[in-house]
């Protein structure tokens, strides 16, 4: 158990076609975490929540691509007219609210293809 | 030049065999220094984290970091075939976001 559920694992789609993945934690946290994983590289750092503000965006994070987090809890990731590009593992990582050093706890992902 | 670098493998070794998984670093600003564990077509595991220098011990894995070098270190003694996946490293400064390296693909044959 991850402590934190993504949906759908796996979502195939053509390309110019809208995605939305979703991300709910099991448990509170006021810090949730949004990275990307392409096939052969390590996850890269996309954008993160305290509670619903997003704090930070990477500038891998285009115009296209817009996350939210409602109610401080859940969190979804949508990204419109999808690019071959795109196509990647995309992972949710809570924080823990009394983390001192910062580690994540990765949800087991949910898997883009763009055809 | 990439933050964190992280050869990427694939590393080949025999059961029992000791593993030495690295990464080395630029930026000296980093304080908090991590192993995730990832099986194929799964989420990172976290394995172990260490603060800043020295040595943290966790069964048959041992975590090393030498922040002189800016170079990080995972052992795993008496490695075992379950032992296979992808090793990443990550790390970051107080609570900041975490940067991971590429990952080392590991594979124990028996």
């Known amino acids: 158990d991850t402590g934190v559920s993504q949906n759908p694992r796996h979502k195939i789609t053509k390309r110019g076609q809208n995605v939305t993945f979703r991300c709910d934690p099991i448990?509170?946290?006021?810090?949730l975490y949004w990275y990307r994983q392409t096939l052969g590289q390590g996850p890269e750092f996309l954008t993160y929540f305290q509670n619903e503000a997003q704090l930070e965006k990477s500038r891998l994070l285009s115009d296209r691509f817009s996350a939210e987090r409602p109610k401080g809890s859940f969190s979804t990731l949508e990204i419109q007219r999808t690019e071959q590009g795109d196509s990647a593992m995309y992972l949710c990582?809570?924080?823990?609210?009394?983390?001192?050093?910062?580690?994540?706890?990765f949800g087991e992902g949910s898997r883009l293809t763009v055809l | 030049q990439k933050e964190v670098e992280q050869d990427p493998g694939p590393l080949s070794v025999p059961e029992g065999a000791i593993v030495s998984l690295n990464c080395t670093y630029s930026n000296s600003a980093f304080q908090y220094f991590m192993w995730y564990r990832q099986y194929s077509r799964k989420g990172p595991e976290l394995l172990m984290y260490t603060y800043s220098s020295g040595n943290k011990e966790d069964g048959r894995f041992t975590a090393q970091v030498d922040k002189s070098s800016k170079y990080i270190s995972l052992f795993i003694r008496d490695s075992q075939p379950s032992d296979s996946a992808t090793y990443l490293c990550a790390m970051n400064k107080n609570t900041d976001k975490l940067i991971f390296g590429t990952g080392t693909r590991l594979q124990v044959f028996p």
């Open positions: 448990s509170e946290h006021n810090r």
């Open positions: 990582a809570p924080q823990d609210r009394g983390s001192a050093t910062g580690e994540l706890f």
